[in-house]
């Protein structure tokens, strides 16, 4: 199991730059979970999750995973489709019995989560 950063105190930012394990036993599915995840677009903005910042990290247990992620809204009224969606994209990866998506909202998403690719494309950098 890989070891989860700790919980980031209230009202600041998780570390940008979400990166899969690189090494343990779940390296390599969390390593193709996030080349899956790199194909899902938030729908109101032109640019994949994982580089918006949207992921915070994998726990696992056994073969199950639980993803934490964000939105970049509260409000997005796409929620639980987008949700969904990478439900499904996590359990493409084999050796994944079972994943569950938890939506976090404290800290609240910033451009600061952002890949560096990202902050080029929009012009943060």
Known sequence: MTDPAPPPAP???PP??????TE???AQREQLITENLKQIFDPEIPMNIVDLGLIYGF???NDAVKLKMTLTAVG????GILAEEVKMA????PNVKAATVELIWDPPWSPERM???AK????YV
């Open 90 to 93: 996590i359990e493409k990866v």
């Open 115 to 117: 890949s560096d690719f």
């Open 11 to 13: 009202g600041s930012t």
């Open 120 to 123: 080029r494309q929009f012009g």
């Open 24 to 26: 343990g036993p779940y």
């Open 76 to 79: 997005c009224p796409v929620a």
């Open 59 to 61: 726990e696992w247990t």
């Open 16 to 21: 940008a730059n979400f990166a899969p394990a």
